[in-house]
């Protein structure tokens, strides 16, 4: 097939390029479903980017269809566009899904419902980028037309239209904080708005082809722009100047996200996904994927999923990244750094996007002005609505999905589980089987000493008399293990609470009652086999954990005390909670309302915990919270309200609110343990009396 000297070149250009991708994507990635989505071409779709476990897809039968990862059934079929669908996107609860259409229309969706909420009308040609606000009930759009519109799904209206880009505009997205919108344009250019003030703040024109995508990063003030230049471009948002550029070693890029720790980017082009780094510039790893023209990924459970199109059909794809780099894996030699990983990625002193602030009042009032020109079109609406209908496909999917009524019923979607690797992939396995020692010790609950009762009658016609001083002993098993696992296991232990030791000791050292029969001897292989068997899963865990420390370190360094906070709740394992606490203890000009409102809920948490190591050090960091911010939580919350408008203030209450309700839990939590023995009912009653300087 390769002929000529031009096939040649290409030929060596192709295995030239291929010899930098990483040898070791054979199993770290793999196609995960393949399936025809709609009866026309598919021409957009989006996934979920809170959960990565649902997507939307639109096409030219002008239908909107919902899916679940991983399962090739539609469960949901949105119906009502006149056009076909050219641009779909979710919202940031996953609750919402706008769609728009080569008319010109919006539809937006309420998915818990299964209707429609509004259309929205105005753009004159076909949309093909759409972004929610990340607070309010806004949306907004890019066009064909070069316009770019926010829209108030509430009034039904067009809130302001952004015009300066001289091409389609391929791409919005809204900053973490709400107050900017950046658009990329086929004419290469990146443009960021101010909402506020409803007007350009720069240019952005370092790009030499088309922008696919933009996305800011998760907290500092940095923006990663890909384009069709090969090169993912990443710009400063204090100065607006470029911090750095990748190289331009493979195709168009077409999608990119940061991770959700801001450690890296991952850029997904023709078959080929690479991890970038910016300060310095760096290639982490690269990985052939097979994956086509990718249109979005999104990560979950340390897996990226990738989402591609083609004519009728879409297919989805897994990326192990725990074994990518920056995160885990070989280093690539092509590619890695000279400088370790764990070098903090977020130390550039930037600035943090506020992303707890609300929108303001004065957002709506400064671009309300512009909106006359749309309601003259919105009275079309009704009729519109009417003809939108929601097919629900499989009901039970989308109860689970997209109608649990409570957030008990949510937790498993907030929380999936990761896509399993195929079965033809021998290490992903080898892997699972390691953390297979969990359920082990369970398994050996035939416990040798049960095993012997059934031989005590034996014994039984020799001492007839001895039988009922061994009689309590078999009623002696079940009633030891509760004594063995206290309420609260103490801190000064030299042995684990509530493991039979038994059950770790190798079962042929164990003397078995037969007929004179002796238990023959373990070999020395046996036996370091049989105490080695729970070595694996208790080093999955502690590298598990200092994974998790190495990601707050990296933020910590970087200067933004709160991210890495938000980051180790996030991980949701106490030890690492509690190791924080220690620190932020030690150094208690640490301490700011931001990461108090974070911290309470899980001080609440330990004090409920079953070691007591933990409830001392949820004790202790309450103590400090109390002493340090009492006085000023409760000014602030029972001042009276103030005449005018002062921002400030009103954002000091509302966080001295928040903590102010965490300590009432707090209370209700203390009040159940106020009657408890010992050192640690004294502190819980030490803190109900520092609880009366914040009533």
């Known amino acids: 097939m390769w002929t000529g000297s031009k096939a040649k070149w290409s030929k060596a250009k192709v295995e030239s390029t291929l010899a930098t991708v990483s040898t070791a994507s054979d199993g770290i990635v793999h196609s995960l479903e393949e399936f025809v989505a709609h009866g026309g071409n598919v021409n957009c779709l989006a996934l979920g980017h809170k959960s990565g476990r649902v997507m939307v897809t639109g096409g030219d039968d002008k239908k909107v269809n919902m899916w679940a990862v991983g399962k090739p059934h539609c469960i949901m079929s949105l119906s009502g566009h006149t056009s076909p669908v050219e641009a779909v996107r979710f919202g940031n609860a996953e609750e919402m899904v706008v769609a728009g259409s080569m008319s010109g229309a919006l539809k937006i969706w309420d998915l818990e419902a299964a209707k429609i909420v509004r259309t929205l009308t105005g753009h004159k040609s076909n949309i093909r980028s759409l972004d929610f606000h990340p607070y309010g009930d806004f949306v907004a759009s890019g066009s064909l037309d070069t316009n770019t519109k926010l829209w108030d799904i509430r009034r039904k209206g067009c809130i302001f239209t952004y015009k300066g880009h001289t091409n389609c505009v391929n791409c919005l997205r809204f900053s973490p904080d709400g107050r900017w919108i950046a658009s990329a344009g086929e004419d290469g250019l990146v443009k960021i708005w ?34 069709s230049d090969r090169t993912v471009k990443f710009w400063d948002l204090e100065t607006f100047q470029t911090v750095s550029s990748t190289d331009g070693e493979c195709g168009g890029i077409r999608s990119i996200f940061f991770h959700p720790e ?16 910016w300060e310095p510039s760096r290639c982490f790893d690269s990985l052939a994927t097979g994956w086509g023209k990718v249109v979005d990924i999104s990560i979950a459970q340390n897996q990226l999923i990738g989402a591609t199109l083609s004519q009728t059909n879409v297919s989805t794809f897994v990326v192990d990244l725990q074994r990518v780099q920056p995160l885990g894996g070989p280093p690539s030699p092509a590619f890695s750094p000279p400088a370790p990983v764990q070098v903090p ?15 303001t009042q004065s957002t709506k009032q400064a671009s309300a002005p512009k909106e006359e020109s749309q309601e003259a079109v919105t009275p079309t609406d009704d009729d519109d609505d009417a003809q939108s ?6 009901p039970e999917d989308y109860k689970q999905i997209f109608q649990p009524k409570s957030r008990i019923a949510r937790s498993p979607t907030r929380n999936p589980e990761p896509f399993p690797a195929p079965p033809d992939d021998g290490d992903p396995e080898r892997e699972q089987r390691k953390e297979e020692p969990y359920p082990e010790p369970v ?21 007839p008399v001895k039988q009922p001083p061994r009689e309590p002993a078999p009623p002696s098993d079940p009633v030891k ?14 042995k684990p609470v509530g493991l039979p030791m038994e059950d770790f000791l190798p079962k042929q050292s164990i003397p078995v009652v037969s007929d004179q029969q002796t238990p023959p001897n373990m070999s020395e292989s046996e036996a370091m086999s049989s105490i080695m068997k729970g070595h694996d899963s208790m080093v999955a865990v502690m590298s598990g954990r ?3 420390l190495h990601i707050v370190r990296a933020l910590w360094t ?10 180790a709740v996030n991980m949701n394992d106490q030890a690492v909670i509690v190791d924080l606490l220690n620190v932020l203890c030690a150094k208690p000009g640490l301490w700011n309302l931001d990461v108090c409102m974070i911290m309470l809920p899980n001080m609440k948490d330990l004090l409920n915990s079953k070691y007591e190591n933990y409830v001392h050090v949820g004790c202790n960091a309450l103590k400090l919270v109390l002493k340090t911010f009492g006085s000023l939580i409760k000014t602030n919350v029972s001042a009276p309200p103030n005449v005018g408008v002062d921002i400030s203030r009103e954002e000091r209450y509302r966080k001295c609110k928040k903590c102010y309700d965490h300590f009432m839990d707090v209370r209700t939590v203390l009040s159940g343990k106020s009657q408890v023995q010992g050192k640690l009912g004294s502190t819980f009653r030490e803190l109900q009396l520092l609880m009366a300087t914040i009533e």
């Not at 801001?262 to 780094?277: F, R, T």
């Not at 209908?389 to 499989?394: L, R, S």
Request: hydrophobic share 30%.
């Open 194 to 227: 101010d909402l506020t003030a409803g007007k350009l703040l720069t240019d952005l024109k370092q790009h030499t082809g088309p922008v696919n995508c933009l996305e800011f990063h998760p907290n500092e003030f940095l923006l990663a722009s890909a384009s």
């Open 262 to 277: 801001g450690m890296c980017i991952y850029a997904g082009s023709h078959d080929v996904m690479k991890v970038y780094g």
């Open 345 to 359: 990625l977020t130390s550039s002193g930037r600035k943090s996007f506020r992303t707890e602030r609300p929108p």
């Open 389 to 394: 209908m929601a097919d629900i496909k499989v």
């Open 443 to 463: 398994q050996v609950q035939h416990k040798p000493a049960p095993a012997i009762q059934p031989k005590a009658p034996v014994i039984q016609p020799k001492q």
């Open 481 to 494: 293990p509760p004594p063995k696992t206290p309420s609260v296991i103490p801190a000064d232990r030299h």
């Open 546 to 548: 200092q994974k998790n």
């Open 558 to 567: 970087g200067g933004n005390t709160k991210t890495a906070v938000e980051s």
